[in-house]
């Protein structure tokens, strides 16, 4: 018998616990072994629950239960979650985690703890919810240097982004039709200001790199500046636009991460990815590129991935999966002189001041009072030197 925990009864514990008993033939199969929830660990007592005798609030009942060997960890932040799971890593307990902030934060250190101890530290779900990309990264795609990883990776403001293309609507009611159907928090920060995507985008650019990439130090900028002109614009000259994680590694392995809006000519695969869909965009230099796509976020899909990773470690053969990150900082890319194409929206009124400001640039139509057009290639110093005073939003091309 596997014996199995789980940290936290919010929404994705609920859901481990349901993807564990509707799929126990095939979960147990897979291990080896019938696989069993022993323990919920939460404050709440969950009276009239179907699991309500598995509920306890003291984790030490699970952490010195000889039985217990794998803990699925869906509690979130970087406080209880922290210390709960480096205390049942170093008692030879596997963990399974949904976490993005945790992993992003302490991921390398904790993957060293359950090496010391004969256990794994794993964490697919942290990143794509459903989608399996750092299984992926670390095994079909081991053969490759990965050069670089952009990714739609947050579900909230691709659904906000889709409505806004689809019923020309304006950020803020749209925003409000994201929370009235779930799909954002009561307070989205953490969602529309790219926070999430940033800590995903650091988990990938440390698997690709092999070293500690500090999500608080990517350059992060959300979609609260966009609005219905912006859409409008962009589409009207073939783009769509959507929030992009990016990790760039160049020869000297340094890497550049940020996380921002880019408009993406329709063409490209990210462009057609719609609504709550996440997907990642995987260029290697020898197989080129490859995407995956799926449910990023909800309660099953999220789950179904734990649950994965408690099948990876109940087969004793995943201790060495994201062998290679370390928790050495990786060396920052020097992106002074990075150049990038940008859509720029202004008043009508002061599009020909606006345009002087650059080199060249490219017309492409007139929304709302709203002008909008492109520009040639600009570094990044220059654009931090500009004169804004007359320009309403600027949103990098996708290339």
Not at 92 to 111: I, P, T
Not at 198 to 207: E, M, T
Not at 214 to 219: E, G, K, Q
């Amino acid at each position: 018998m596997i014996h199995v925990a789980v940290f936290g009864y919010g929404t994705v514990g609920k859901g481990v616990v349901e993807v564990i008993d509707r799929n126990n033939d095939i979960v147990s199969a897979a291990s080896g072994d019938k696989v069993s929830v022993k323990y919920i660990l939460d404050l709440l007592d969950f009276p009239g629950d179907p699991n309500e005798a598995k509920i306890v609030h003291d984790v030490n009942v699970i952490i010195s239960d000889p039985e217990v060997s794998i803990i699925c960890e869906t509690m979130g932040g970087t406080g209880a979650a922290y210390k709960f799971t480096k205390a049942a890593l170093e008692q030879g307990k596997s963990v399974c985690s949904s976490n993005k902030e945790l992993v992003a934060k302490h991921g390398a250190e904790l993957m060293k703890v359950a090496k010391e101890h004969g256990c794994t530290y794993l964490f697919e779900a942290s990143v794509g919810g459903g989608i399996p990309v750092l299984r992926t990264l670390t095994t079909a795609l081991t053969a490759e240097r990965i050069t670089r990883i952009a990714g739609i990776l947050n579900g909230t403001t691709n659904f906000i982004l889709t409505k806004m293309e689809e019923e020309g609507a304006g950020f803020d009611e749209t925003l409000k039709t994201a929370q009235e159907l779930g799909y954002a928090e009561s307070d989205p920060t953490a969602d529309i200001e790219g926070h999430d995507t940033a800590r995903k985008i650091s988990i990938l650019s440390d698997i690709m790199s092999g070293h500690f990439v500090d999500s608080d130090n990517v350059p992060t900028e959300g979609i609260t500046k966009i609005d219905k002109s912006d859409i409008a614009l962009a589409s009207g000259a073939g783009f769509k636009i959507r929030l992009l994680g990016i990790g760039d590694r160049y020869d000297d392995d340094s890497v550049r991460t940020m996380v921002a809006p880019f408009l993406i000519e329709k063409g490209h695969p990210l462009a057609g990815v719609c609504d709550v869909f996440n997907a990642i965009f995987v260029t290697g230099n020898i197989l080129g590129d490859t995407m995956y796509y799926g449910k990023g976020a909800g309660k099953l899909a999220t789950a179904s991935a734990v649950v994965a990773d408690v099948i990876d470690a109940a087969r004793k053969g995943s201790s060495t999966m994201y062998c290679g990150w370390d928790e050495t900082p990786v060396k920052a890319a020097d992106s002074s002189s990075a150049k990038s194409r940008y859509f720029v929206r202004v008043s009508e009124a002061d599009a020909a001041k606006a345009k002087a400001l650059f080199e060249a640039s490219t017309d492409i139509g007139v929304s709302d009072g709203k002008a909008g057009f492109i520009t040639g290639p600009v570094s990044d110093s220059a654009v931090e030197g500009l004169d804004k005073s007359v320009i309403e939003n600027m949103i990098r091309i996708y290339e």
